[in-house]
Nanobody, 119 residues
Framework: QVQLVESGGGLVQPGGSLRLSCAASGVTLGDDYTIGWFRQAPGKERELVAGITSSGGSTNYAESVKGQFSISRDNAENKVYLQMNSLGPEDTAVYYC???????????WGRGTRVTVSS
């Protein structure tokens, strides 16, 4: 079965940084899978934070996190990362990893990792 497992979340002070990881099993992310990091804050809809193409050659970010977050991937490790800097309370959310084959709509979701930015 396919499994995506996020890690790296936790409690961080405002202005701090975290790096989230998404480790895949049962699927080879390098086989033309695009990856997205999503987040869902309490009482809000899930939103796309960052996306990256299968080769890592193209990335996109939500306007709210441009210049603050950075998505990357290591296909050899079968992992995807989200570097989050200058965190503020508005970044508090559960962060989810999502992977899908390019040119398909179906994909796989992780269970999420919680990020709490406490003032």
């Amino acid at each position: 079965q396919v499994q995506l497992v996020e890690s790296g979340g936790g409690l961080v002070q405002p202005g701090g940084s975290l790096r989230l990881s998404c480790a895949a099993s049962g699927v080879t992310l390098g086989d033309d899978y695009t990856i997205g990091w999503f987040r869902q804050a309490p009482g809000k809809e899930r939103e796309l934070v960052a996306g990256i193409t299968s080769s890592g050659g193209s990335t996109n970010y939500a306007e709210s996190v441009k210049g603050q977050f950075s998505i990357s991937r290591d296909n050899a490790e079968n992992k995807v990362y989200l570097q989050m800097n200058s965190l503020g309370p508005e970044d508090t959310a559960v962060y989810y990893c999502y992977a899908r084959r390019s040119a398909t709509l179906a994909g796989y979701w992780g269970r999420g990792t919680r990020v709490t930015v406490s003032s």
